[in-house]
């Protein structure tokens, strides 16, 4: 059981991924990389006529969050080899379709229109419509093109960990989705005049919300063996204990804050259960 354990640590901590905010990115714009790294293996409006500014309640009262259940897909992507990256693009290229199918479905319950982000699966660093790329980040999405920049190394590909790399692309998706959705509208705008205290709790926000997201998407496949329980509950462990660490400012959450809202999206399974716009600031430390 001691080898089983240690095999399963190396795995997780070969795709357990957490956040960095790129702060090149500016407020006028919305353009910004968001970024992941691997690790060790959840008002009223404004007056827009008159100000311009796009209304709080795009966060806080979306369409999106009255949608019920994210629509299960049957989501398949097949095996993920090691030392292949042809079925890394493949399942990585699976997965995004999964990610389209559900989420176009939920936008057509909203009433919202839909469109489907790019995604380009890299091997070195690029620089991104966005800015450069962030110090070892795996994963990031720039919302200048609507294009998710996933990073494969040689440690993933020696070593592949399926429901890592899943949650991924399915946390960069989530940013997608507040991008099109109008969430992010605000969030740039609220950015604007803001203090380095209330920027960070905007950030907390706004990562909190993507990792729900993401783990909202992964509740449609629970149980299958892209995403066992165990190592699932692993996963959300490794986040309480670890998911702060390393990082100098708090603008991802604490790390029981990050597995609170990874447990809440994975057990409700709907989008309106990450509203952590109109959270309380106790939950979104």
């Known amino acids: 059981m001691a080898l089983v354990a240690a095999l399963l640590a190396l795995a997780l901590a070969a795709a357990g991924l957490v956040l960095v905010l790129a702060e090149v990115a500016t407020p006028s714009t919305g353009a910004g990389n968001e970024a992941q790294q691997v690790v060790s293996p959840p008002v009223k409006a404004a007056d827009t006529k008159r100000s311009g500014a796009p209304g709080k309640a795009l966060a806080t009262a979306n369409p999106l969050y009255k949608t019920g259940r994210l629509a299960d897909v049957n989501c398949s992507p097949g095996n993920l080899p090691a030392g292949s990256m042809t079925a890394y693009r493949r399942f990585l290229t699976r997965v995004t379709g ?135 509950a692993y996963t959300v462990d490794w986040f309480r204990k670890n998911g702060a660490k390393g990082w100098p400012q708090n603008d991802h959450g604490k790390g029981p804050t990050q597995a609170a809202w990874m447990t809440r999206g994975f057990n409700r399974g709907t989008p309106g259960s990450c509203n952590t716009w109109a959270a309380s600031s106790r939950n979104v430390t």
């Open 98 to 232: 999964c990610l389209n199918r559900a989420w176009g479905a939920q936008f057509r319950k909203a009433g919202l229109p839909f469109a489907k982000p790019r995604l380009r699966i890299i091997t070195t660093k690029v620089k991104t419509p966005c800015g450069s790329w962030n110090t070892g980040a795996d994963g990031v999405y720039c919302s200048t093109d609507r294009t998710m920049y996933l990073m494969i190394s040689r440690d993933q590909l020696r070593n592949p960990f399926p429901l890592g790399i899943t949650r991924l692309i399915a946390h960069e998706y989530g940013h997608h989705v507040q991008q099109i959705s109008g969430i992010w509208n605000y969030y740039w705008t609220a950015r604007m005049g803001a203090t380095k205290a209330q920027r960070l709790m905007l950030s907390r926000k706004s990562e909190l919300q993507a990792e729900c997201f993401s783990s909202v998407f992964m509740s449609t496949m629970q149980g299958t063996p892209l995403v066992a329980d165990g190592d699932w």
